[in-house]
């Protein structure tokens, strides 16, 4: 069984430019969330989504982000006009059921020059 | 916030045991202790959760206090693999999003 897998692993973007990080779950996982971790930070909750549906989204910031989680396909943590303050490591995880064990992926880093 | 409190740092020789200790003097009755650590460019991975009683499993076990006050991550044999960032989260079956709210963590460093 894969496990939770993110695309792409790396990913540089200049400051304006949009940048688009996937997460597959596993399989048979309906409940994603994503954590972003700033340099020598610990991880933060972003958003909390089952498919087609955002559960929490207490932890996105107001504008730019956005995050969706299809009934085909993976979820998308979507960032437009991004700022060098958006570099960081975003983490995807995925569970089975809201208090079930957490798997994560591998993360995204993301680089705005 | 996290709702718990950890060391920064500790260190271990390779092959004995390590005590992670975790306070969480605020603890509430529907809270669960998990621990999860995340070794260097990777992303975290659950070690163990419990809610009362002491919980073991093939990665650790997990002492939990009486009052729950306070719980403490043992592994048996430290190994240089077990260098890594172990976070005590308390999760709260309260909350619908069950998201974890990551502390900073105690660094553990393991000595060959």
């Known amino acids: ?113 | 916030d996290a709702k718990t409190t950890q060391p920064n740092s500790m260190e271990s020789n390779e092959e004995e045991p390590v005590h992670l200790p975790c306070n969480h003097s605020t603890i509430s009755g529907t809270d669960y202790i998990h621990w999860y650590r995340q070794l260097p460019s990777q992303g975290p991975e659950y070690v163990i959760h419990g809610l009362t009683s002491n919980v073991n499993n093939r990665m650790a076990s997990l002492a939990i206090a009486e009052d729950r006050k306070s719980s403490t991550l043992i592994l048996h044999r430290a190994t240089l693999r077990d260098a890594a960032v172990y976070y005590c989260i308390l999760r709260d079956v309260g909350d619908s999003s069950y998201k974890l709210i990551f502390g900073s963590g105690t660094r553990l460093l393991v000595r060959p």
């Open chain 1, 1 to 113: 069984n894969a496990g939770v897998m993110q695309n792409p692993r790396h990913l540089v973007r200049r400051r304006g430019q949009e940048a688009r990080l996937r997460c597959s779950p596993m399989k048979g996982h309906s409940h994603v969330y994503w954590y972003r971790q700033l340099p020598e930070e610990g991880l933060k909750f972003m958003v909390y989504l089952q498919k087609e549906n955002i559960i929490d989204e207490s932890g996105m910031p107001k504008e730019r982000f956005s995050a969706e989680f299809p009934k085909e396909g993976p979820s998308i943590l979507r960032i437009q006009q991004v700022v060098r303050g958006d570099s960081a490591a975003y983490f995807c995880a995925s569970s089975t059921g809201p208090s079930s064990e957490q798997f994560f992926g591998p993360g995204t880093r993301l680089t705005v020059l």
